[in-house]
């Protein structure tokens, strides 16, 4: 037989038809299909028993009870505890992913620790007597925060830094909130909290920008940018004018005559008659709280008129400590330092709660100072330490998580660790205690059993959902109770007084021209870290603004050369971080709506001057 | 001699014929062996166990498949028979605590929930109606796996050609759906889809 | 497609969104997508790209400055009882409405990504997987077993949580009850909501506080003039809130043409 090509053709043809007839092809084309549906771009959920662990969240200090839901060990979503009585159920968008944290791709996974310590002791070891190792602690009230205070204690020089605490706020008890730009509920405090309180009191909401604390108050008061001084200042002067109030400085009396009604309004850009329809209500409807995310002096005395010290601004007694450790150094007064003498600045913001801006620290470091940084990115302090060491994060350590701003009681809860911490990561309580030979292993353990023999409070078990006093409670249950997510809280001592709240001097307005902007910092409350899934609430959805992101006004951003997305610098005067601009016309001209993060908290807080410059 | 012109036509389409009957069906399926010798009738029988006591319902409901490395070791921690096989399992899975990597002959697609406590519990259904004699057999028969869609021969049925009206002991949908038919049950997508 | 057989007492699953207390917080939305292995966003997605099953949309009352009022309103699919214009315009029947639970349930693996059913669902809740999902290293380890996950090329939206919902009938079906009783659960974004805006249950049992509400006073739906008869009841004192339910869609009502 010639082979010649159309034989060829036939052959194929035939072998064509004759596969037709066969399974092949059909099952080829079925398999094909499937092939689709599980090739492995398509990962797959492992299956496992399913199995339940309670622990409280350790992204903010609000620490709301969680339940973990376990497939085969592996922590696959959370959940609020319902009946709890601090977080009453509740768990915000960033809890509901904390499992996510460890696997985050900008997580950092190694680090020189041990040239870290090196430097280090070596700093030490030149320390002059003029010179300081400072800790600055962002989430002071731990028990690793105890770590800290007493090796600086220890240690000849060694000085503890803290943002500066807020006072304790007991919301549960206000009829009247002012807030002058505080996210109320924009992660303060504990979401659950103020959600359980809130049907008791009226909300006034005074910012420039529509927060969702702004949609969800009574009233909103769109007051100019930079303005919450003049409020504040105008309902004091009503106030005052009705009855004086001792014990206020003479220098706020005097800016306060500065301020009737009509000045007021007219800087604020609120009708007289609104602010003093205000007034009247904070006056009337009482007990009544002032609450101002910049904690400005005005704010302040105008708490002192409405005399919520000891009704809404109560004093909170820490939770019991081993007797050993109460020759711990108390916080220093960063102010107080002098310039140039940290020599060694050993930076905890593993578990961060408030920030200390840069350009308040940098100038208390002494040149060629050793700043270490322990975090789980060098976003924050990262971008100015010689070291960052990266720690474990939430779901991986057992960690104290000390009571929110707005829990009049004290707390004492542990944060689960949900599954192991990788290879490389460093615990800063137990770099700082080697330093000085303290051993934190079983400080947690130590400072439980403290508690329970003071007999102080309860204890809430999220499994049963009861309290029990501590009294009532075995000795040998309490710390493993603890361990399995109980909650420790403490009894109101009746007897506490009323804070005495310090009115610091005035502040002389200042703005630069050089940082026309001012920001408003709604989203300033969002925990540090967050997993990758919040994309549903920045760019899938636009509901929040993203951590590196800014809004501005389409004119302001037009002055700058800006349009949106562009890439951009956010700037104040204690540094610049890149951001992306979002456009957004109903944010006034002259402000600046940030983000958060620990790029953008660390460089301002609320009513800085900021400006932004394209990159 | 003039060769007839239907003749490669022929030839071709006898070879694929040929090819598609009978080198195909051993083609697209990859053959394993289990990781371990077991034999179930050896447990049934000697053990005194049921099904349930290994293949265990848990208290929520969920089913435990096949057993994990926990379940045996609570025997065979140390050698309760001569075989080479269990001795073998104890050197190579036990004393390392190894999990074995089984082969799971009636492993579904991922979108598929199938709730095995409904249909045992509920619908009454033995193991032996969709999963064969197990209990009877001495040794684990090999696992056939189809090369490009990764799925279990079993999950497919036995004979490569399969007519849907034909249900031969497969696994796919339209045999899940034939059985609800027959026992007149409500199903909607979702049922059985997650 | 459904058949019919043995009789069931047949369940209406429902919601009541109260918008008065949603605060805008988005745990639903993440709660959603840790419960249904939605991914997070690829690189330079926008809020047209995006994955949200339920998305909560800022709205408010055209006002200027002083006169101007917002509220928040989460939108997810509606679970449409008539008419149901996705199941109608499917090719490929990859939808249908489960007549005892009626839940409108999506089969992406049926699904060949005409995206028909997007365009036809009037209140956007429908989702195109432009990627494949893409997990960060080891993130995948987090993804719930009880839903299976979707390649790219496929539409998805809400079922209701439809894994949570198996997961209580194995439960009754443990405890001997039979298949017959619908069962009570709840899914993600009702459990996470921390402000209990979004309430779930049988809106056919007058008992349930779903049902209440939804029955109430101050309740409607979104697009009432549809007739699609929508199974979210959202309730709000406020008229211009109500206004907005009749709207051709919430937010600032800018269509963007670009993809």
């Known amino acids: 037989m010639t082979t010649t090509r159309r034989n060829l053709f036939k052959l194929a043809g035939g072998a064509a038809v004759g596969a037709m007839f066969t399974p092949a092809p059909w099952r080829l084309i079925t398999d094909a299909a499937l092939l689709s549906e599980t090739w492995p771009g398509v990962p797959k959920p492992k299956r496992g028993e399913v199995s339940f662990q309670f622990g409280n969240c350790g992204l903010c200090p609000a620490g709301c009870a969680v339940r973990a839901r376990s497939i085969g060990g592996q922590p696959v979503s959370l959940a609020g505890v319902a009946g709890h009585p601090l977080s009453h159920g509740a768990l915000c968008a960033f809890g509901v992913a904390g499992h996510h944290l460890p696997y985050h791709p900008g997580r950092l996974k190694s680090g020189p620790a041990a040239q870290a310590a090196a430097a280090v002791r070596a700093a030490l070891g030149q320390l002059r007597d003029t010179e300081h190792c400072a800790v600055l602690d962002l989430r002071p009230g731990r028990t690793a925060s105890w770590t800290y205070r007493r090796a600086m204690a220890s240690l000849h020089n060694g000085i503890y830094l803290t943002p500066e605490a807020p006072v304790v706020v007991n919301l549960s008890a206000a009829r009247t909130v002012l807030s002058l730009g505080a996210g109320l509920y924009d992660n303060w405090g504990t979401p659950g909290n103020v959600i359980a309180a809130r049907e008791q009191f009226r909300l006034f909401q005074a910012e420039p920008v529509e927060s969702r604390t702004a949609v969800m108050a009574d009233v909103w008061l769109p007051i100019r940018p930079a303005s919450e001084d003049a409020l504040a200042l105008g309902i004091a002067h009503l106030l005052l004018a009705e009855k004086a109030v001792a014990g206020l400085p003479a220098g706020f009396i005097d800016r306060v005559k500065e301020f009737p009604p009509a000045v007021a309004a007219e800087r604020t850009g609120i009708a007289e008659a609104q602010i003093a329809a205000l007034a009247g209500e904070l006056r009337e409807h009482a007990p009544s709280l002032v609450i101002d995310e910049a904690g400005s002096p005005y704010a302040t005395a105008l708490n002192?008129?409405?005399?919520?010290?000891?009704?809404?601004?109560?004093?909170?007694?820490?939770?019991?400590?081993?007797?050993?450790?109460?020759?711990?150094?108390?916080?220093?007064?960063?102010?107080?330092?002098?310039?140039?003498?940290?020599?060694?600045?050993?930076?905890?913001?593993?578990?961060?709660?408030?920030?200390?801006?840069?350009?308040?620290?940098?100038?208390?470091?002494?040149?060629?100072?050793?700043?270490?940084?322990?975090?789980?990115?060098?976003?924050?302090y990262g971008r100015h330490a010689n070291f960052v060491l990266p720690t474990a994060v939430y779901p991986e350590i057992v960690d104290d998580i000390p009571p929110a701003v707005d829990s009049p009681a004290a707390a004492f809860r542990l944060s689960a660790a949900l599954m192991p911490p990788p290879d490389g990561m460093t615990n800063p309580a137990d770099f700082i205690g080697a330093l000085v030979g303290i051993d934190p292993k079983n400080a947690l353990q130590d400072r439980a059993e403290a508690i329970r023999k003071s007999g102080r409070g309860s204890l809430f078990v999220p499994s049963t959902a009861c309290s029990t006093p501590t009294k009532d409670v075995?000795?040998?249950?309490?710390?493993?109770?603890?361990?399995?997510?109980?909650?420790?809280?403490?009894?109101?001592?009746?007897?506490?007084?009323?804070?005495?709240?310090?009115?610091?001097?005035?502040?002389?307005?200042?703005r630069a021209a050089a940082f026309p902007l001012v920001v408003a910092a709604t989203e300033a409350g969002t925990p540090a870290v967050g997993s990758p899934l919040l994309s549903k609430i920045y760019q899938e959805s636009g509901l929040r603004l993203a951590p590196a992101g800014v809004a501005m006004h389409p004119s302001d951003a037009r002055a700058s050369g800006l349009e949106a997305g562009s890439r951009a610098r956010f700037e104040t005067a204690s540094g610049s971080v890149a951001v992306s601009v979002t456009l957004d016309a109903a944010i006034p001209r002259g402000v600046v709506e940030i983000g958060g993060g620990p790029g953008i908290r660390n460089l301002c807080g609320a009513r800085t001057s900021a400006r932004v410059v394209r990159s | 001699m003039k060769i007839p012109g239907f003749l490669p036509f022929a030839v071709g389409a006898l070879a694929a014929l040929a090819a598609g009957w009978a080198a195909f069906p051993h083609a697209i399926y990859k053959t394993e062996r289990q990781p371990v010798d077991f034999s179930h009738k050896v447990h049934a029988d000697k053990a005194g166990q049921k099904c349930d006591d290994c293949h265990s319902f848990r208290a929520d409901g969920t089913f435990a498949g096949i057993p994990s490395l926990d379940k045996c070791a609570g025997c065979h921690a140390a050698p309760m028979g001569t075989t080479a096989a269990e001795k073998s399992f104890i050197d190579q899975y036990v004393t390392p605590n190894h999990e074995p990597q089984w082969f799971d002959y009636a492993r579904q697609p991922q979108n598929v929930w199938f709730s095995h406590t409904t249909h045992v519990k509920l619908g009454g259904l033995k193991c032996e109606s969709c999963h064969g004699a197990m209990g009877d057999s001495d040794s684990l028969r090999p696992y056939q796996e189809d090369r490009i869609s990764g799925y279990s021969r079993d999950i497919w049925g036995r004979p490569v050609v399969r007519a849907a009206f034909r249900t031969e002991g497969g696994m796919k949908m339209d045999d899940c759906v034939a059985c609800h038919r027959q026992r007149g049950f409500t199903h909607s997508c979702l049922d059985c889809h997650k | 497609m459904t058949e019919s057989g043995k009789p069931v007492k047949a369940a209406r699953y429902g919601m009541a969104i109260d918008i008065d207390r949603c605060t805008g917080c988005g745990a639903c939305m993440v709660a959603c997508a840790v419960e249904n292995n939605i991914p997070p966003a690829h690189e330079g997605v926008t809020d047209r790209k995006g994955i949200t099953w339920i998305r909560v949309y800022k709205v408010d009352n055209g006002a200027a400055d002083a006169g101007r009022r917002s509220a928040f309103v989460p939108v997810l699919c509606?679970?449409?009882?008539?008419?149901?214009?996705?199941?109608?315009?499917?090719?490929?029947?990859?939808?249908?409405?489960?007549?005892?639970?009626?839940?409108?349930?999506?089969?992406?693996?049926?699904?060949?990504?005409?995206?028909?059913?997007?365009?036809?669902?009037?209140?956007?809740?429908?989702?195109?997987?432009?990627?494949?999902?893409?997990?960060?290293?080891?993130?995948?380890?987090?993804?719930?077993?009880?839903?299976?996950?979707?390649?790219?090329?496929?539409?998805?939206?809400?079922?209701?949580?439809?894994?949570?919902?198996?997961e209580a009938r194995q439960r009754a079906a443990a405890d001997g009850k039979p298949v017959t009783e619908p069962v009570a659960y709840l899914p993600a974004c009702a459990e996470a909501c921390p402000t209990r805006a979004i309430t779930f249950g049988d809106l056919n049992d007058p008992a349930n506080a779903a049902s209440v509400a939804a029955h109430g006073a101050g309740s409607f739906r979104l697009l009432e003039k549809l007739d699609t008869d929508p199974k979210i009841h959202y309730i709000s004192k406020r008229d211009w809130v109500r206004a907005i339910a009749d709207a051709p869609r919430p937010g600032n009502g800018k269509e963007s043409t670009r993809g």
């Open chain 1, 474 to 510: 075995k000795p040998a249950d309490f710390w493993k109770l603890l361990q399995a997510g109980a909650t420790w809280i403490d009894d109101i001592d009746p007897r506490a007084a009323a804070p005495k709240l310090e009115i610091p001097a005035l502040p002389v307005e200042t």
């Open chain 3, 78 to 166: 509606q679970h449409c009882g008539k008419d149901t214009p996705c199941v109608h315009v499917c090719p490929q029947q990859a939808v249908d409405v489960d007549p005892s639970t009626g839940v409108v349930g999506e089969i992406p693996t049926r699904c060949l990504g005409c995206r028909y059913c997007v365009a036809a669902c009037p209140y956007h809740a429908r989702y195109f997987n432009w990627w494949d999902p893409a997990w960060p290293a080891g993130m995948e380890k987090t993804m719930n077993p009880d839903v299976a996950p979707r390649m790219r090329g496929v539409v998805e939206k809400c079922n209701f949580c439809h894994g949570r919902w198996h």
């Open chain 1, 304 to 380: 002192v008129i409405l005399g919520a010290p000891g009704h809404t601004l109560v004093t909170r007694r820490e939770a019991p400590v081993p007797d050993a450790w109460k020759n711990a150094a108390s916080a220093a007064d960063l102010a107080a330092v002098r310039d140039g003498s940290i020599r060694v600045l050993l930076i905890d913001e593993s578990a961060p709660g408030d920030a200390c801006p840069w350009n308040e620290i940098q100038p208390k470091l002494a040149d060629h100072a050793a700043v270490v940084t322990f975090a789980c990115s060098e976003e924050g």
